[in-house]
């Protein structure tokens, strides 16, 4: 295989993986905080806030992986 192959190969992988975790992390986070809600209303400023902050790390990895695809698929 060419290094080019490889590479677009490689940011693929990365693009595809680095995306749909975060993403499934970020539906996951989003039921579980709505179950929660749901069982407890009176917590709900807690909750969100607990929320809001999982959904920003999860997002994070997603932007992490974007970087590296970008970085793989231009620098390299």
Known sequence: MELAVVRILAVVVIASLGFAAPAMAIGLIGHTALTGLARNPE???S???TMI???AFA??????ALIIAIVLLFVV
Do not use: C, P
Not at 59 to 64: F, G, L, S, T
């Open 43 to 45: 917590a709900k400023q």
């Open 59 to 64: 997002e994070a990895i997603a932007i992490y």
């Open 53 to 55: 902050l999982a959904i």
């Open 47 to 49: 909750i969100l806030t």
